[in-house]
């Protein structure tokens, strides 16, 4: 538990103030405290939930989701794309932020997709560093080595930490039926993945996860960065504080110079001073919000919910880019060996596997491990018709977009024709809609996430009232080319079934369903059943202010001092990966920027 208490914080002052305990604040936090010189608050809205099993069983898939003391319950407003529906946007509450819910999959980005983030205009933001960023966190355990054999893994091309605070590592139980659906994605023509954690993830293998070999456990933020910082006397984390906005030392037309923090403890409002800065690590969803609210953004748009402006700053809430999955699901056939996920419907298995956990056995100590990641040009005999398309619109609309969009789509277009943004994961067991499970089956799934999108949305605050949820308007399919490159990542995972060896451990296609035929159908299926992949990126990118841009490539707010934004929302083009590892990146590049370290090189 925090033993950080109200009376510590209220009225007191700290050099650093870190709004938010998720993955980017204990990471920033913890390393700012590395100096003892350095006194750090971080505020987070949720409990500490140190120690909850709820959290730490693997392979728990989605069960915090509606439970308010693991999630907040986010929702984005009504897309006309999607038939007016509102999409969950579910975000980890607590210490560790969604690193306590989400997937545990360890996948780090294409090297070039982190070379952009510099390429438009961020230097020392770029391969070189995040490598050597990540390995500080990075506490990566191969699996013995007849493992290794069984499943075909290698890794002497791997170029991975292994003595940062973040364990990383193979679940204990891998199912021998994994290797042949890995050997179905190599025959229908992906190759395998040779140096996926080196930059270069093109292809298929098995992915690690953050997973404590020893205890079976989740490893995330708070088992990193939290628990073996707790008892440093300048390390301070306050839970059940919402942070309500900035404050500026000046009034009226003066500077904004971020002076103190306001937030709410337990129904009372209190206020808390940084000596030298404020950083803002709310999450994507909710940093925008927090600028806004202390009036840092639009005006127009600050105008309308009654927040008088003090920094004209009108990138803040906009750019925001999305990864988005659908799944399709297979039935194996009754004589095949795989113990999948649909077994634990049964609630006398699912106790039986609750309690083989606590032995180091069974489903709970199982994980998603199979990925692959493919261009479009490998999985689609449409990839020139519609990279044509995309490429004339943009031509054609060149004069039109917002500042700081156009060179975005060309990087995208090059993306588009030789970057890997079609990714496929595995999962054991049916996780696909809309059609039920038949009771007693198993089946095999494919989530088909689409990472490379073109649409951009906003994020804006909806009231000034800091409980109020801002609106969020991802704008999905707002761009054609996104819609159809994911039409045809699904025909791709459909055509699967025929491909061996999973055409002989199957006996037929449950979703989206035989009565799903034509391009149209697909398309109408998709926008009905599609999810986020919980990925949501870069309502603070990091860009040239005078292409939308928030912060510089020192993570400050433009126009303001001693003010900062440390997470996901940073990210100024969205990379083709599951994005944990690229936060505790950031955070760990962001303290060394802080302190000014002569580690870091622009």
Same mark, same amino acid.
């Given at each position: 538990? /925090?033993?950080?208490?109200? &009376?510590?914080?209220?009225?007191?002052?700290?050099?650093?103030?870190?709004?938010?305990?998720?993955?980017?604040?204990?990471?920033?936090?913890?390393?700012?405290?590395?100096?003892? #010189?350095?006194?750090?608050?971080?505020?987070?809205?949720?409990?500490? %939930?140190?120690? &909850?099993?709820?959290?730490?069983?693997?392979? !728990?898939?989605? @069960?915090?989701?509606?439970?308010?003391?693991?999630?907040? %319950?986010? #929702?984005?407003?009504?897309?006309? @794309?999607?038939?007016?529906?509102?999409?969950?946007?579910?975000?980890? +509450?607590?210490?560790?932020?969604?690193?306590? =819910? %989400?997937?545990?999959?360890?996948?780090?980005?294409?090297?070039?997709?982190?070379?952009?983030?510099?390429?438009?205009?961020?230097?020392?933001?770029?391969?070189? *560093?995040?490598?050597?960023?990540?390995?500080?966190?990075?506490?990566?355990?191969?699996?013995?080595?007849?493992?290794?054999?069984?499943?075909?893994?290698?890794?002497?091309?791997?170029?991975?930490?292994?003595?940062?605070?973040?364990?990383?590592?193979?679940?204990?139980?891998?199912?021998?039926?994994?290797?042949?659906? #890995?050997?179905?994605?190599?025959?229908?023509?992906?190759?395998?993945?040779?140096?996926?954690?080196?930059?270069?993830?093109?292809?298929?293998?098995?992915?690690?996860?953050?997973?404590?070999?020893?205890?079976?456990?989740?490893?995330?933020?708070?088992?990193?960065?939290?628990?073996?910082?707790?008892?440093?006397? %300048?390390?301070?984390?306050?839970? !059940?504080?919402?942070?309500?906005?900035?404050? /500026?030392?000046?009034?009226?037309?003066?500077?904004?110079?971020?002076?103190?923090?306001?937030?709410?403890?337990?129904?009372?409002?209190?206020?808390?001073?940084?000596?030298?800065?404020?950083?803002? !690590?709310?999450?994507?969803?909710?940093?925008?919000?927090?600028?806004?609210?202390?009036?840092?953004? *639009?005006? *127009? =748009?600050?105008?309308?919910?009654?927040?008088?402006?003090?920094?004209?700053?009108?990138?803040?809430?906009?750019?925001?880019?999305?990864?988005?999955?659908?799944?399709?699901?297979?039935?194996?056939?009754?004589?095949? #060996?795989?113990?999948?996920?649909?077994?634990?419907?049964?609630?006398?298995?699912?106790?039986?596997?609750?309690?083989?956990? @606590?032995?180091?056995?069974?489903?709970?100590?199982?994980?998603?491990?199979?990925?692959?990641?493919?261009?479009?040009?490998?999985?689609?005999?449409?990839?020139?018709?519609?990279?044509?398309?995309?490429?004339? +619109?943009?031509?054609?609309?060149?004069? @039109?977009?917002?500042?700081?969009?156009?060179?975005?789509?060309?990087? /995208?277009?090059?993306?588009?024709?030789?970057?890997?943004?079609?990714?496929?994961?595995?999962?054991?067991?049916?996780?696909?809609?809309?059609?039920?499970?038949?009771?007693?089956?198993?089946?095999?799934?494919?989530?088909?996430?689409?990472?490379?999108?073109?649409?951009?949305?906003?994020?804006?605050?909806?009231?000034?009232?800091?409980?109020?949820?801002?609106?969020?308007?991802?704008?999905?399919?707002?761009?054609?080319?996104?819609?159809?490159?994911?039409?045809?990542?699904?025909?791709?995972?459909?055509?699967?079934?025929?491909?061996?060896?999973?055409?002989?451990?199957?006996?037929?296609?449950?979703?989206?369903?035989?009565?799903?035929?034509?391009?149209?159908?697909?398309?109408?299926?998709?926008?009905?059943?599609?999810?986020?992949?919980?990925?949501?990126?870069?309502?603070?990118?990091?860009?040239?202010? !005078?292409?939308?841009?928030?912060?510089?490539?020192?993570?400050?707010?433009?126009?303001? +001092?001693?003010?900062?934004?440390?997470?996901?929302?940073?990210?100024?083009?969205?990379?083709?990966?599951?994005?944990?590892?690229?936060?505790?990146?950031?955070?760990?590049?962001?303290?060394?920027?802080?302190?000014?370290?002569?580690?870091?090189?622009?």
């Amino acid at each position: 538990m /925090s033993t950080t208490t109200i &009376d510590d914080v209220k009225d007191k002052s700290f050099d650093y103030i870190v709004c938010g305990g998720g993955t980017a604040g204990l990471t920033l936090a913890a390393r700012l405290s590395e100096d003892p #010189q350095n006194s750090v608050l971080v505020l987070e809205a949720g409990e500490a %939930n140190v120690g &909850d099993m709820a959290l730490l069983r693997p392979a !728990s898939y989605g @069960s915090h989701f509606g439970r308010h003391e693991y999630t907040w %319950n986010h #929702q984005t407003i009504k897309q006309k @794309s999607t038939g007016d529906n509102a999409h969950m946007w579910q975000r980890g +509450k607590g210490l560790g932020g969604s690193s306590g =819910i %989400n997937f545990l999959c360890w996948i780090k980005p294409p090297g070039d997709d982190i070379d952009d983030f510099e390429r438009l205009g961020n230097p020392g933001w770029n391969w070189a *560093n995040f490598e050597k960023y990540i390995h500080r966190t990075e506490g990566f355990v191969p699996p013995d080595e007849e493992v290794q054999k069984n499943m075909k893994m290698k890794f002497d091309t791997w170029n991975m930490g292994t003595n940062g605070p973040l364990g990383i590592a193979y679940p204990k139980t891998i199912d021998p039926s994994e290797l042949k659906v #890995q050997e179905t994605l190599l025959n229908a023509g992906i190759p395998p993945a040779s140096r996926p954690m080196n930059g270069d993830p093109a292809g298929v293998y098995f992915a690690p996860c953050t997973y404590d070999p020893k205890t079976h456990t989740r490893t995330y933020a708070t088992t990193a960065f939290y628990l073996p910082c707790k008892d440093r006397p %300048n390390f301070n984390v306050l839970v !059940s504080a919402h942070v309500n906005r900035v404050l /500026s030392a000046g009034d009226g037309d003066a500077p904004f110079v971020a002076e103190a923090v306001e937030f709410e403890h337990k129904g009372q409002v209190y206020t808390v001073h940084a000596k030298k800065e404020v950083i803002l !690590s709310a999450g994507t969803l909710k940093s925008p919000q927090l600028l806004e609210l202390s009036g840092i953004g *639009n005006p *127009n =748009i600050l105008r309308k919910v009654g927040i008088p402006t003090k920094v004209d700053l009108p990138g803040v809430g906009r750019n925001v880019q999305e990864h988005m999955i659908v799944a399709v699901s297979f039935e194996l056939r009754d004589d095949v #060996q795989f113990d999948t996920l649909d077994l634990l419907a049964d609630p006398a298995v699912l106790e039986k596997h609750i309690q083989l956990h @606590s032995t180091g056995t069974g489903i709970f100590t199982t994980g998603i491990v199979g990925f692959a990641f493919a261009s479009l040009k490998q999985i689609s005999p449409r990839a020139e018709e519609i990279i044509k398309a995309t490429e004339d +619109k943009i031509k054609m609309n060149a004069d @039109s977009y917002p500042p700081g969009l156009l060179e975005q789509y060309k990087l /995208s277009l090059e993306r588009l024709k030789n970057g890997v943004g079609c990714e496929f994961i595995t999962f054991p067991g049916m996780c696909s809609q809309p059609n039920p499970p038949e009771k007693g089956k198993r089946y095999v799934s494919f989530y088909v996430a689409t990472n490379h999108t073109f649409s951009r949305g906003t994020i804006h605050a909806a009231s000034k009232d800091p409980t109020v949820d801002p609106n969020f308007d991802p704008r999905y399919f707002e761009e054609e080319v996104d819609i159809q490159v994911w039409l045809e990542m699904v025909k791709f995972a459909r055509n699967l079934r025929n491909v061996s060896p999973l055409k002989e451990m199957t006996t037929k296609e449950l979703n989206p369903g035989p009565e799903v035929e034509t391009d149209e159908e697909i398309v109408a299926w998709m926008k009905k059943v599609m999810s986020t992949t919980w990925h949501t990126a870069s309502s603070c990118s990091m860009l040239p202010k !005078s292409s939308g841009g928030v912060v510089d490539p020192t993570l400050k707010v433009y126009g303001t +001092k001693k003010l900062r934004v440390v997470d996901l929302s940073v990210v100024p083009l969205h990379v083709a990966a599951h994005p944990q590892a690229t936060v505790y990146a950031i955070a760990e590049q962001a303290a060394d920027i802080i302190k000014g370290c002569g580690t870091f090189r622009p």
